[in-house]
Each structure stands twice: as structure tokens, then as C-alpha cells.
């Protein structure tokens, strides 16, 4: 695609999200990064574009890597610069602009080997007596952070070190 088609197709996604009722602070934050995608796409030389050469720009943007864009990530970052591109590569692959452009992330099933951890940690937010959308939250974070340890090949919580729970904080 050459960058009018990009900056058209660009266009185009914009006005479908504004004709959907977007808020304009998701709108705000599309339109700016589309136009950082735009300049690097000038500052680079840059007149086509393609799956991997979009992975390639998520991973120099926010250093991570991924192998296609059907992936949901629990990065907020990432999701910055993933969802924008998936957008823009449907439309000009087929010119038509569709909004549910990400899978449904699959339910968490905690490895067996912190299961009892990991139940009990859940017990123990129910005894205390928080709220709903306290022990949701609190779940969610140990659920990134079983999964993140899971990548790194911990496999036992006795195997957790320092630097494992150092290296899940950067994430």
C-alpha cells in the first residue's frame, strides 16, 4: 500500500469510529497513533506496509514481540499501538472497516502447580470481606503474574526468585 492508501485508509477508520459514537478521548488517542505510525512510516521511508513490518513497529515501540496480531495482551502499551494497526490492516485488505478486531481472551486456568496458592490467595479475598471488583481486580493481577512466571519457566512457587518478581514489575 502506498502511504496516500495508508493515510486514506486512515482517514476512513476514523470517520467509521466517529459515525459509531467513539468517545472522543479513545478518537484523541487512535488519531495519535496513527499519526506516530505516519511519521515513522516517513522518517523510514517507508511505502508499503504489512503484517510484520506493523509487529516489527510494535516491537521497536514498545519492546515486545509478538508473531501475529490475533493476540490479546494484557499490556495497555502494547494494546496502544497493536489495535490501531489491526484496524488499518483489515481495511486494506478488504476495505471494509470492522471494529471487533480482537479475539476474546480465554478464560485463566492456573498451571497445577500453583493451583493451592492460588486458591487459597482467592479464599483468603473472600474471608477478608472485599468488595466484588476488589477481589476481581487483585485476581486479575495474580493471574499476569502466574502467567508471566509460567513464560520465564518458574514452574513451583518455591522456584520464584527475586528477580523473577523484579522482571514481572518492569513488564
Not at 7 to 27: F, K
Request: charged share 25%; aromatic share 12%; with cysteine.
Amino acid at each position: 500500500m502506498k502511504n496516500k492508501e495508508i493515510h486514506d485508509a486512515i482517514s476512513a477508520i476514523m470517520e467509521s469510529m466517529r459515525q459509531q459514537g467513539t468517545s472522543p478521548g479513545r478518537l484523541k488517542n487512535l488519531e495519535n497513533a496513527y499519526h506516530v505510525f505516519e511519521q515513522y512510516l516517513s522518517d523510514n521511508h517507508i511505502a508499503t506496509i504489512d503484517e510484520q513490518l506493523c509487529l516489527e513497529y510494535v516491537y521497536i515501540k514498545t519492546g515486545q514481540r509478538y508473531e501475529r496480531f490475533e493476540y490479546v495482551t494484557s499490556n495497555s502499551r502494547v494494546d496502544y499501538r497493536m489495535w490501531p494497526l489491526l484496524l488499518l490492516l483489515r481495511y486494506l485488505k478488504d476495505g471494509q472497516f470492522r471494529g471487533d478486531t480482537r479475539k476474546i481472551k480465554p478464560p485463566f486456568v492456573c498451571p497445577p502447580s500453583f493451583a493451592s496458592a492460588y486458591e487459597a490467595f482467592c479464599e483468603e479475598l473472600v474471608y477478608r470481606g472485599y468488595s466484588q471488583a476488589t477481589i476481581d481486580a487483585n485476581r486479575q493481577k495474580v493471574q499476569k503474574l502466574v502467567a508471566h512466571l509460567v513464560e520465564q519457566g518458574v514452574t513451583a512457587s518455591a522456584d520464584i526468585t527475586i528477580q523473577h518478581v523484579e522482571d514481572y514489575l518492569k513488564t
